[in-house]
Nanobody, 122 residues
């Protein structure tokens, strides 16, 4: 079993930055991936970014390319999402996920965190 705990959300003005963290516990990841998703009120959960745990390959949604950076610390079993140049439309609950059963872009992950709120004011 895997537990994911997110932290780092909060309120920030447009143009500001936040860094989200997701600490995984329960077992060591070797060849799977971890991802970040977000869900705004009244909208479906959407892919934000993902990273391969084995080789560090990164994947991004078009809406965040050039502004967000995903990274991992294997020793700490932690994945990060550095969010720069934040916009009001980035406001959502951000979820960490681990072990995709299919594409890293889909929501078909085996494990999910509880979510952390990110609010960007205009």
């Amino acid at each position: 079993q895997v537990q994911l705990v997110e932290s780092g959300g909060g309120l920030v003005q447009a143009g500001g930055s936040l860094r989200l963290s997701c600490a995984a516990s329960g077992r060591t990841f070797s060849s799977n991936a971890m991802g970040w998703f977000r869900q705004a009120p009244g909208k479906e959960r959407e892919f934000v970014a993902a990273i391969s745990w084995s080789n560090g390959r990164r994947y991004y949604a078009d809406s965040v390319k050039g502004r967000f950076t995903i990274s991992r610390d294997i020793a700490k079993n932690t994945v990060y999402l550095q969010m720069n140049s934040l916009k009001p439309e980035d406001t959502a609950v951000y979820y960490c996920a681990a072990d995709p059963r299919d594409s890293v872009y889909s929501t078909a992950y085996d494990y999910w965190g509880q979510g952390t709120q990110v609010t960007v004011s205009s």
